[in-house]
Nanobody, 118 residues
Framework: QVQLVESGGGLVQPGGSLRLSCVVSGSIFRTDVMGWYRQAPGKERELVASITSGSITNYADSVKGRFTISRDNAKNTVYLQMNSLKPEDTAVYYC????????????WGQGTQVTVSS
């Protein structure tokens, strides 16, 4: 089985920073796209940031300039550095991996809570 384990969430003041980590393990040999999604109460899950195996990144407009996604292939880990956090960033953040062969497979972590509040 494939496991994605997130860590690094917590409570932070507005303007503060957090770094999320996601470690991927198990029977997976392709991580073509790694990314972070988030879901706030009463809202749909949305893409926050993604990064391909070729280091092409994509960010939601709401986080551009504040968040940075990166990956360490040797450690099978993807990170999300979150700076200048705002209350509207409060959500459960989910790690995602897309493995593309004949078809695309998606794998998800259990989520980590990020709360931005004074």
């Amino acid at each position: 089985q494939v496991q994605l384990v997130e860590s690094g969430g917590g409570l932070v003041q507005p303007g503060g920073s957090l770094r999320l980590s996601c470690v991927v393990s198990g029977s997976i040999f392709r991580t073509d796209v790694m990314g972070w999604y988030r879901q706030a109460p009463g809202k749909e899950r949305e893409l926050v940031a993604s990064i391909t195996s070729g280091s092409i990144t994509n960010y939601a407009d709401s986080v551009k300039g504040r968040f940075t996604i990166s990956r360490d292939n040797a450690k099978n880990t993807v990170y999300l550095q979150m700076n200048s956090l705002k209350p509207e960033d409060t959500a459960v953040y989910y790690c995602n991996v897309k493995a593309r062969l004949w078809t695309e497979r998606n794998y998800w972590g259990q989520g980590t809570q990020v709360t931005v509040s004074s």
